[in-house]
T-cell receptor, first 111, second 115 residues
Framework: GESVGLHLPTLSVQEGDNSIINCAYS??????FIWYKQESGKGPQFIID?????DKRQGQRVTVLLNKTVKHLSLQIAATQPGDSAVYFC??????????FGTGTSLTVIP | SAVISQKPSRDICQRGTSLTIQCQVD?????MFWYRQQPGQSLTLIAT?????????ESGFVIDKFPISRPNLTFSTLTVSNMSPEDSSIYLC????????????FGPGTRLTVL
C-alpha cells in the first residue's frame, strides 16, 4: 500500500501562535492532496487541497505547502484558536485511484 | 460541497448480530466509499460502492462480512455482519463529485460498539 505519514503524532501550541503540521508521502505519482480536520466524534472535514502543479495554496488562516522534490506536505494554521484543536490528516490521491491517509496529528491549543 | 448524512450515528450491538448503516448524499456523486476508523487510528478503505453492481473491496475486506449496496447515485448501505468486538469502530461514508472536483467529503460517521 501507499505510505503517507506524519512527522509528529501530537502537537501543542499556545493560543495565538502559528501551527505547522507536516506530512510525508511516498508516491511521486500523487497529484492531489487534501488536509482534513477531525474533531472528536465527527467525520473528517475538508480544510484545503492542493494539486501537484502548485507549491502553495492559501485559505482562511490556513496555508498548504507542497514540496514535490522531497514529497512533503505541510499545513500552516495562523493565529491558532482553541477551536482548532482536533486531529489533522493529510491524504494523497493518484488519478483514478483511492485516497491514502496519513496517521494523523493531534493538535492541542493551550488557552 | 456535498452534504453527507449517515444513520445511525451510533449503536451498541451484541456479538453475532448484524447492523446496516445508511449513507445519503445531497447531490449526485460519481463515487462513494466506505471507510473504517478504529479508535486513535487513521482511515482504512473498506470498499468502493458501485451503483447497481457489486462493490469493489480492498484487501482484507470481503463481501460476506461487509455487504454493500448502492441502488442509486445518492444512497448506499454498509452491513457489518456477524459482529464481534473487533468490529467496534467508526464507519464512515464518503463521496467524490467528479468531474467537477476530486474532493472527497465525509459523513459524520457511525460509532459502533460490539459487546
Amino acid at each position: 500500500g501507499e505510505s503517507v505519514g506524519l512527522h509528529l503524532p501530537t502537537l501543542s501550541v499556545q493560543e495565538g501562535d502559528n501551527s505547522i503540521i507536516n506530512c510525508a508521502y511516498s508516491n511521486s505519482a500523487s497529484d492531489y492532496f487534501i488536509w482534513y480536520k477531525q474533531e472528536s466524534g465527527k467525520g473528517p472535514q475538508f480544510i484545503i487541497d492542493i494539486r501537484s502543479n502548485m507549491d502553495k495554496r492559501q485559505g482562511q488562516r490556513v496555508t498548504v505547502l507542497l514540496n514535490k522534490t522531497v514529497k512533503h506536505l505541510s499545513l500552516q494554521i495562523a493565529a491558532t484558536q482553541p477551536g482548532d484543536s482536533a486531529v489533522y490528516f493529510c491524504a494523497e490521491n493518484i488519478p483514478g485511484n483511492q485516497f491514502y491517509f496519513g496517521t494523523g496529528t493531534s493538535l492541542t491549543v493551550i488557552p | 460541497s456535498a452534504v453527507i448524512s449517515q444513520k445511525p450515528s451510533r449503536d451498541i450491538c451484541q456479538r453475532g448480530t448484524s447492523l446496516t448503516i445508511q449513507c445519503q448524499v445531497d447531490s449526485q456523486v460519481t463515487m462513494m466509499f466506505w471507510y473504517r476508523q478504529q479508535p486513535g487510528q487513521s482511515l482504512t478503505l473498506i470498499a468502493t460502492a458501485n451503483q447497481g453492481s457489486e462493490a469493489t473491496y480492498e484487501s482484507g475486506f470481503v463481501i460476506d462480512k461487509f455487504p454493500i449496496s448502492r441502488p442509486n447515485l445518492t444512497f448506499s448501505t454498509l452491513t457489518v455482519s456477524n459482529m464481534s468486538p473487533e468490529d467496534s469502530s467508526i464507519y464512515l461514508c464518503s463521496g467524490i463529485t467528479r468531474p467537477s472536483t476530486d474532493t472527497q467529503y465525509f459523513g459524520p460517521g457511525t460509532r459502533l460498539t460490539v459487546l
